[in-house]
């Protein structure tokens, strides 16, 4: 059934299990985390660009970590699930910050093991190159591709249409199609790094035996 959930819309996408740290300084958005924690409520984090996009993540407050003389606040959420906005209020009823008539997004968390090694080999060869393999390592052995969004290199849209899909299966297509054209053009990169350090040196060439 549709409900009425506090919004809080921001040029980000918050992937499901994400741990997100924000600042809040605005009158309207220190409300709603006051609200939150008096109430139990959570609150929803859809895309903002030019205009509040359809999509966005609900969102629980974990902790208030510091209150600041001027009312701002650092606070620590985490990720629950996506849901679409119905209808949206600037406004809810009685308060400073804006609201939406939102339905959940039923998802199917099943992975393609073909599909996820893969990607694993994919991701071997994108970390070696960019010299990041400690963001492999540090992956939990039954990471999900929402694990994966933030370190792919994706735009803000491509992050949006990650979101937008409805299974673990869709979602490692996307991915997998993203890294399949990515990669060929970082190898090729480097390639043409490496022969440029070579300019100036002494080579060592065999020549062909004719």
């Given at each position: ?23 809040i300084f ?130 803000t849209e ?53």
């Open positions: 059934m549709p409900r009425l959930l506090p919004l809080f819309p921001l040029n980000l996408v918050v992937f499901p299990g994400e741990k997100l740290n924000l600042h605005e009158p309207r958005y220190r409300q709603l985390v006051h609200d939150c924690l008096g109430e139990s409520l959570t609150f929803g984090i859809p895309l903002y660009t030019d205009q509040v996009r359809e999509l966005g993540t609900e969102m629980r407050l974990l902790s208030i970590e510091k209150t600041y003389p001027t009312g701002e606040m650092d606070i620590r959420t985490e990720a629950l699930g996506v849901f679409r906005i119905r209808e949206f209020f600037r406004q809810a009823p009685g308060k400073l910050y804006a609201a939406g008539t939102i339905e959940p997004i039923i998802d199917d968390p099943a992975p393609d093991a073909d599909l996820h090694r893969r990607i694993q080999g994919y991701l071997r060869q994108l970390y070696d190159v960019l010299g990041l393999r400690q963001l492999l390592q540090k992956l939990p052995i039954d990471y999900r591709t929402y694990d994966l969004g933030h370190h792919l290199g994706l735009s491509q992050e949006y249409q990650l979101l937008s899909a409805t299974s673990e299966l869709e979602r490692q297509e996307l991915i997998a199609e993203h890294l399949e054209q990515v990669l060929p053009m970082l190898l090729e990169t480097e390639r043409l790094k490496d022969r440029s350090r070579l300019n100036g040196h002494f080579k060592n060439l065999t020549p062909p035996n004719f």
